[in-house]
């Protein structure tokens, strides 16, 4: 079966400190995926997105940054937390183009 | 890549009742797609209506397309508790191929109280 894995599920991190959340899916093959991030009380806001490995495209400028070092695998980084990194990190994935997403089950970042 | 607009922002029922839920949107689509989430979670994918579809059944959910108003409604039926949570529409474009992204509104809050 089709699965998604995203750890860890909750984190608290200090300012300044650096981060690596870590994605996988399991069951398909050459999926595209997706890093979004929501804010407390607002929509989901697309940071990167992967059509294969090694291939990130980045959406938002910020400190974060991504990488596909294996077929269904997407981590997202960064050197040195901001305050405003804070927020709730959903890992996404796709086969094929027209059908929908599945979603992990998400990673509460908290940066203090 | 387009985004959809949720209405109501937010939605209060009582068990039992029907929740109607609003989606715009502002060019042409392949499909428009609606996600449910609930608080701490990830979404969960509900239901995709094509382009050339006006309505589709998924159990207690009922989906309109009007793609003439650009616009979608999302029905649930006989509301339990359980159905408490964002919903989010996503309205899939015709362009960008493989490399296409979903992007998703603030959604509608649904309460359902028992």
């Known amino acids: 079966s089709q699965t998604i894995h995203q750890w860890p599920a909750t984190l608290v991190q200090p300012v300044g400190s650096p981060l690596s959340l870590e994605c996988t899916v399991e069951g398909t093959s050459n999926p595209n995926l997706y890093w979004y991030r929501q804010a407390a009380g607002r929509g989901l806001q697309l940071l990167f997105y992967s059509v294969g490995i090694g291939q990130i495209s980045s959406e938002v400028p910020q400190n974060l940054s991504a990488s596909r070092p294996q077929d269904r695998q997407f981590i997202l980084s960064s050197k040195k937390l901001l305050l405003s990194d804070s927020g709730f990190y959903l890992c996404?994935?796709?086969?094929?183009?027209?059908?929908?997403?599945?979603f992990g089950s998400g990673t509460r970042l908290t940066v203090v | 890549s387009q985004q959809g607009e949720e209405d109501p922002q937010a939605l209060s029922i009582q068990e039992g009742e029907n929740a109607t839920m609003n989606c715009s949107y502002k060019t042409s689509i392949n499909n428009l797609q609606w996600y449910r989430q609930n608080s701490g979670r990830g979404l969960v994918h509900l239901i995709l209506?094509?382009?050339?579809?006006r309505e589709k059944h998924s159990g207690r959910l009922r989906v309109t397309l009007d793609t003439s108003k650009k616009s979608s409604s999302l029905l649930i039926t006989a509301s339990r508790a359980a159905d408490t949570a964002s919903y989010f529409c996503a309205p899939r474009g015709n362009s960008g191929g493989s490399n296409y992204k979903l992007t998703f509104g603030k959604g509608t809050l649904l309460t359902v109280n028992p």
């Open positions: 996404a994935w796709i086969t094929g183009t027209l059908g929908g997403y599945t």
């Open positions: 209506i094509r382009s050339n579809e």
